[in-house]
């Protein structure tokens, strides 16, 4: 093996910068222009960021960035050893120096957080490694709560199993067989524990070439939650093992109904896998690479694939369902695909000017590219040009003023198209041939400010947004039509920023009517939004003020303060660390929440809920009580829940409240399981007001998909190929008709229509078919009632619009008024009002058990009943008792979703089917996925970041129907300019996982000191347990020289260390070509290329090629592995960077520095060495 170290000499500049920084002082200021007139910025986001002798950051000031204009200073200070073991918030200052240094960073730490500890700090172990072994959160009461890092070997007592695999050859692929040998010896494995404030143990095993073999969490000190991960004779994952799979003898059933097994081709391409509780998925692949067919269990019988076709651009042109042939296997397909393109048939589709015709639309694209036997086209995707089809709307030429971006570069005076953007998008319906046209439009620096959708029925929305300088929204105009016949509603939205673009004002307009002034905001000087006035046409009359608290972790505490409503409708109070019925919980230090407190105005009674984990952060019991009642009612809305150890249900206990307002229980419930599948749930409590009578089988299709609940009258479930309801049909003890609940998707998942279909008796009792219809287009939201057949000749009933969402509720178009929710940490709709004639008047108020069933019993307001969104604020479907959360049903009765989580692999641990990872008091699902590229919402001017795996556009998003959705970003590094909060850097990267400045992997969701919100995945703190190395990477240091003369030599020696925290010495010798004589220090990081690899130091070794160069003492390095062993190598590869690190099987590439003095010479120079490493 080769590797290649290209020092390249670092480049400094000076410059004269004209701002009030302090002279004499080190220093680097940067500006960002919010706003822009044309000649001179209007607003403005600078920082100033100051080093001292060193160059290390001493600190950054965030020029009048608080809300009150305000500087925002963060001290940044180091250790003896010049670590920095301290990280400060940022504190506000009492005014502003514009830029200049400030002397004492901390003296007014104290307005902004009082008398708490402001810093978070790093205890690092005493060697050169540096490895953390706490660390400590800001804030007194988590100054004794650190969590902790331990590194060692395994020992016996740790009982980690060792698998051994037979992997044989079978139709093209690799088919791997698993067995139990034994228990691995002590001091074979990595061994590294990562221990949670609250005390809670993760503990993962590695072997010597950085493969995790198992992830141990901690149950109690009896038991423990294994996840073991199998890898083939070739290094890749053959078996992942949950947890209720690790026992100690490996059995059929249990390899086929619980592990996820992956089948790889020679090419090491993943081409068949099963996950739990589904049948065998099959994928076939270009030359490429690229992912082109694919077929699961349910279409496998029928012979038919999914397919996507792409342009010479690797852009996805358009996708479909092809008719193969049940009678052909995966790897023949894949040799269809490989034999065309081998014999000349395109890999790719071209736009053609002329179309074919299938699916009911023209598709201008060829159809060269394998496959060719297509049934249905789902979608198609065009860029560059528009299309010309006739249905196209008319051009606009200009939007809300703004020039809008044509095909035709020389149509402005700055040569710009839309060459290179995605300009239209065709998506057809699932259920039928109907289609819905997107149409996208972008201003002259290329940013969408319009967009035009013709919807199934050919109405259309389309938006039109007015941007400012930095491409925030100042007016945004919807406009829709159901129908191209119906009158044209508009929505008009007005934005108002403060100097930093913090939201201050949103402005919301029906038509013609009145414009309301939806929310006010005001901020804090740390940025967090403090009030938000909501509601009222006068900006001194708002419906509501609701005030927001936070702690010292930037963990929001409170939502009004339930003990003094003054006036508020709604008060909401979260408690981690210290609840005050602490005979009922203890305080929680992690972030899961302990006690929440609320009180409304309808009743003006005082409740609350205590939770309780388990070591996995599972809640398993939940409290109510009445605190400070004349009767204290204590149990009333109790829920207990037990689990298997991959958290499926295995008794849940709920409690109601009857008329005397005594306690009683209406769940008793007992489940039983096939694998993960859920078998029967019985109810030993007597009482079906909660869960209905039980104990009926419960079956299930090839995808894992739930197809009947006959315990609640569902007698079937049909799917489509995205495992969506096509149809639920139900049995109706009171009739012998039953309903359907029919629903119409588009290709994407959007859901389009629901029709209900059902039989009622009038007072005659005459029965006759009724039905509800109910349309989703683009958030405007109809229905309509029809009873009978009607007359042949009469034209058809239209539906009625009922209502549009707003960031604050919804637009009700049958009272033609705004409707407010009050909503929670975890976004359930509490409460709704609106403008009464007497003043603001309640009209709907829903509390919830934890996983989300509604109480029952006390205040139980009509509301409107086509308003039915209620738990997380999805639509709650009455016919079933399931809430749709987009890409799966959940059924609240049992906190269990129907179908499996279609981003299962991301949570191996977890059941496929359970909700919010067993802590719903904690976490959402946003679409009954994992949970969250990065989507950047604003509402109500709070910023967050949101992780979403499947949204690969801000379309995506929005089709999602993320609320307040400004940008979308496949990965991003944070650094609070657009807040001014330039210190705190954090990656965001495209897997979901966030680190900050240092490369610590951030363990739970948090705060910027911007007041922006990130979520993390909870599994981030496993990916922390690795140490003070994240990602796989490796370093090396040491001393180096070379005498070169034309010819010559080159050597070094130091210490190399992997990605394990493993370290062991190299010795480097070789000849070189260049001039000149030199010596020093060398070092730098080694980043393996397969992201998922962790570098080990035997990967050190072989011969290398180095190419150096500098200016004055200080180089550069950049490199990476390389081999000679590979198709069509050239002696001239020796001289090229692209081959770094692509041809060998652990390759790696470098980026470093060094430190050399010699004499005058070349600044470049090339070498051949061959590196030792000493160990094995």
């Known amino acids: 093996m080769k590797k290649i170290l290209i020092p390249i000499g670092m480049l400094l500049m000076g410059h004269s910068v004209h701002a009030q920084a302090t002279p004499g002082e080190n220093y680097i200021q940067s500006k960002t222009y919010l706003d822009y007139n044309g000649t001179t910025p209007t607003k403005i986001s600078e920082t100033v960021q100051y080093f001292d002798g060193l160059g290390r950051p001493k600190q950054v000031v965030n020029v009048k960035a608080s809300p009150g204009g305000k500087d925002v200073v963060t001290h940044i200070e180091y250790d003896q050893f010049g670590r920095q073991v301290k990280d400060y918030l940022p504190i506000p200052q009492s005014g502003t120096q514009s830029g200049a240094i400030y002397t004492s960073p901390l003296g007014n730490a104290s307005s902004a957080y009082g008398s708490e500890k402001i810093y978070s700090e790093k205890i690092l172990e005493n060697s050169p490694l540096d490895r953390i072994r706490q660390q400590i959160q800001v804030g007194n009461d988590w100054a004794n709560k650190p969590v902790k890092f331990q590194y060692d070997a395994n020992v016996w007592e740790d009982y980690v199993r060792k698998y051994e695999t037979t992997t044989t050859w079978v139709e093209g692929r690799t088919q791997t067989s698993v067995q139990l040998l034994q228990y691995f010896q002590?001091?074979?494995?990595?061994?590294?524990?990562?221990?949670?404030?609250?005390?809670?143990?993760?503990?993962?095993?590695?072997?010597?070439?950085?493969?995790?073999?198992?992830?141990?969490?901690?149950?109690?000190?009896?038991?423990?939650?294994?996840?073991?991960?199998?890898?083939?004779?070739?290094?890749?994952?053959?078996?992942?093992?949950?947890?209720?799979?690790?026992?100690?003898?490996?059995?059929?059933?249990?390899?086929?109904?619980?592990?996820?097994?992956?089948?790889?081709?020679?090419?090491?391409?993943?081409?068949?896998?099963?996950?739990?509780?589904?049948g065998w998925e099959y994928m076939v692949y270009d030359k490429a690479d690229r992912l082109v067919m694919t077929q699961d269990a349910n279409m496998n019988p029928t012979g038919n694939w999914l397919f996507t076709k792409y342009d010479k651009f690797s852009r996805v042109a358009y996708t479909g369902v092809a008719s193969i042939g049940a009678w052909f296997k995966r790897y023949q397909v894949q040799s269809s695909v490989d034999y065309y393109i081998d014999h000349g048939q395109p890999a790719t589709e071209e736009r053609k000017s002329t179309s074919f015709t299938l699916s009911g639309m023209e598709i201008y694209y060829g159809n060269t590219a394998y496959p060719f036997d297509i049934i249905n086209i789902l979608s198609v995707n065009y860029y560059d040009t528009y299309p010309q089809y006739s249905f196209n709307p008319a051009f606009p030429s200009a939007i809300q003023g703004e020039p809008v971006l044509t095909a035709d570069p020389s149509s402005n005076s700055e040569g710009k198209s839309t060459k290179g953007l995605p300009v239209m998008s065709l998506v057809k319906n699932i259920e039928d041939d109907n289609w819905t046209k997107n149409y996208t439009y972008y201003d002259t620096k290329g940013r969408v400010v319009g967009t035009h959708s013709i919807n199934h029925l050919g109405g259309y929305t389309k938006t039109e947004s007015r941007l400012d300088f930095a491409g925030v929204a100042q007016s945004v105009i919807t406009r829709h039509k159901r129908l191209e016949t119906d009158t044209e509603r508009v929505i008009t939205e007005n934005f108002e920023y403060d100097h930093q673009n913090r939201l201050l004002t949103h402005k919301h307009q029906v038509d013609s009517n009145p414009t309301e002034i939806l929310t006010q905001n005001k901020y804090n000087e740390l940025s967090q939004l403090e009030t938000k006035k909501v509601g009222g046409a006068d900006t001194a009359n708002p419906l509501q003020s609701i005030d927001y608290r936070y702690n010292i972790r930037g963990w929001m505490t409170m939502i009004n303060d339930p003990s003094n409503l003054n006036g508020d409708l709604f008060g909401y109070k979260m408690k981690y660390n210290n609840p005050e019925s602490s005979a009922s919980t203890i305080g929680r230090f992690n972030g899961n929440i302990a006690e929440i407190d609320w009180k409304t105005s309808t009743d003006g009674i005082y409740r609350r809920y205590n939770y309780n984990y388990d070591n996995l952060n599972r809640m398993f019991h939940a409290v109510y009580s009445k605190p400070g009642s004349t009767v204290e009612i204590t149990s009333a809305y109790n829920e207990w829940v037990q689990y298997d150890l991959n958290g499926n249900i295995t008794r849940l206990d709920r409690y109601g409240q009857s008329d005397g307002n005594s306690p009683i229980q209406i769940d008793q419930l007992y489940y039983t399981y096939n694998g993960n599948r859920l078998a029967s749930v019985s109810d030993a409590s007597g009482n079906f007001s909660g869960y209905p009578t039980g104990g009926n089988p419960i079956s299930y299709d090839a995808n894992g998909n739930m197809t009947n609940h006959l315990d609640k009258n569902i007698t079937s479930i049909a799917y489509n190929f995205l495992n969506l309801p096509a149809y639920v049909t139900k049995n109706n003890n009171k009739s012998p008709f039953g309903s359907i609940s029919s629903y119409l998707y588009r290709t994407d998942g959007t859901k389009l229509k629901k029709l209900y279909s059902y039989y009622k008796r009038d007072s005659q009792g005459n029965t006759s078919l009724a039905q509800t219809v109910t349309d989703y287009l683009d958030g405007f939201q109809y229905v309509l009632n029809t009873t009978g057949v009607g007359c042949l000749d009469c034209p058809p009933p239209l539906p009625d619009l009922q209502f549009v969402p707003t960031s604050e509720g919804y637009y009700d178009f049958v009272k033609n008024k705004y409707i407010y929710n009050y909503v929670d940490h975890l976004g359930n709709v509490r409460m709704s009002y609106e403008k009464g004639t007497t003043g603001t008047q309640v009209i709907e108020e829903s509390n919830y058990y934890p996983f989300g069933l509604k109480h029952e019993g006390y205040n139980t307001s009509v509301g409107n009943p086509l308003y039915n969104y209620k738990y997380n604020g999805?639509?709650?479907?009455?016919?079933?008792?399931?809430?749709?959360?987009?890409?799966?049903?959940?059924?609240?009765?049992?906190g269990r979703w129907g179908i499996v989580d279609p981003l299962a692999e991301k949570m191996t641990r977890h059941s496929p089917y359970n909700y919010a990872f067993n802590n719903p008091i904690r976490f959402i699902d946003p679409d009954g996925r994992e949970g969250k590229g990065w989507i950047k919402s604003v509402v109500d001017g709070q910023t967050s970041w949101t992780y979403d795996k499947d949204v690969h556009s801000l379309q995506d998003a929005k089709d999602k129907k993320y609320t307040g959705v400004t940008e979308y970003q496949d990965a991003l590094t944070i650094t609070g300019t657009s807040n001014g909060q330039q210190n705190y850097q954090y990656t965001l990267d495209a897997s979901g996982v966030a680190t900050d400045s240092s490369g610590k992997v951030m363990t739970e969701s948090f705060t910027t000191g911007a007041g922006t919100q990130i979520g993390v995945n909870p599994d981030s703190q496993m990916l922390a347990s690795i140490g003070s190395i994240q990602g796989g990477t490796g370093f090396y240091a040491g001393l180096t020289g070379s005498i070169l003369v034309g010819g010559g030599i080159t050597a070094s020696l130091g210490l190399v260390q992997d990605g394990n925290g493993h370290v062991e010495t190299y010795f480097t010798l070789g000849g070189g070509l260049g001039f000149g004589v030199s010596g020093g220090i060398e070092g730098g990081a080694i980043i393996p290329t397969d992201p998922n690899h962790t570098f080990v130091t035997s990967e050190f070794r072989g011969t290398s090629i180095t190419y150096s160069g500098g200016e004055g003492l200080v180089n550069g390095s950049f490199g990476g592995t390389f081999s000679d062993k590979y198709k069509g190598f050239k002696n001239a590869d020796n001289f090229d960077m692209s081959h770094f690190g692509v041809h060998t099987p652990d390759g790696y590439r470098t980026k470093g520095f060094g430190i050399i003095k010699g004499s005058a010479g070349l600044p470049v120079s090339w070498a051949k060495t061959n590196t030792w490493v000493s160990g094995k």
């Open 186 to 278: 002590p001091s074979q494995l990595y061994k590294n524990t990562v221990t949670d404030e609250d005390g809670n143990k993760t503990i993962e095993f590695k072997n010597g070439k950085g493969q995790v073999l198992l992830v141990r969490k901690v149950l109690n000190s009896t038991q423990n939650t294994d996840t073991y991960y199998v890898y083939n004779e070739y290094d890749q994952l053959a078996f992942v093992i949950p947890p209720l799979a690790s026992s100690p003898t490996v059995e059929t059933g249990t390899v086929e109904n619980l592990y996820y097994q992956y089948r790889y081709d020679g090419k090491g391409r993943l081409v068949e896998k099963k996950l739990p509780g589904k």
């Open 874 to 894: 999805k639509e709650l479907q009455k016919e079933t008792g399931m809430y749709d959360y987009g890409a799966r049903m959940y059924m609240p009765d049992i």
